[in-house]
């Protein structure tokens, strides 16, 4: 019995990202993702020597009523300086079927956010996530945004 735990035990830390060195997620208000909700993540430089990658995950089920999403990221410096941009990511296939992986209802999407980034400064970095969704023909954001259930951030060692 001792060797089939010590085996299980091995399998599983063989199965760990070994350059995955922050990951972290927020859950919305009731699967669903305010406009004035901001999800954010706190974290310190890993190092700032080496480059890493950034994702945020996103985590939707079949209540989500669109194929894109736009968010607004504010990512913060120690030293005060503010990276601030608009992205968008396709979140389903021109036939409508989810991308992401998952089995059942809610898919995760693993989204590129920064590429090759040097944390040039010890100290806490924060991340700042906002859904930026319109629709056709309106000024005014979508107040909740359906179908978003968790919200994440992953910081990994770029390997290449």
């Not at 430089?45 to 080496?50: G, I, K, R, V, Y």
């Not at 209802?105 to 700042?128: Q, R």
């Amino acid at each position: 019995m001792h060797k089939l735990c010590l085996l299980i035990g091995l399998v599983f830390l063989g199965s760990c990202n070994g350059d995955l060195v922050f990951s972290e997620y927020k859950a919305t208000t009731a699967s669903e993702w305010g406009k004035d909700e901001v999800v954010t993540f706190e974290f310190n430089a890993p190092d700032t020597l080496n480059r890493h990658h950034l994702y945020i995950n996103v985590r939707n089920d079949n209540q989500f009523p669109y194929s894109n999403l736009f968010l607004i990221a504010s990512l913060n410096f120690p030293d005060g300086t503010v990276f601030k941009d608009t992205l968008e990511y396709e979140m389903a296939l021109p036939d409508g079927t989810w991308m992401g992986k998952g089995a059942g209802s809610v898919k995760e999407n693993k989204l590129w956010y920064k590429e090759n980034i040097i944390f040039p400064f010890k100290g806490v970095y924060t991340l700042k996530l906002a859904h930026a969704m319109r629709r056709n023909g309106s000024v005014e954001g979508v107040q909740s945004l359906p179908g978003i259930t968790d919200v994440g951030l992953e910081i990994e060692k770029a390997t290449n």
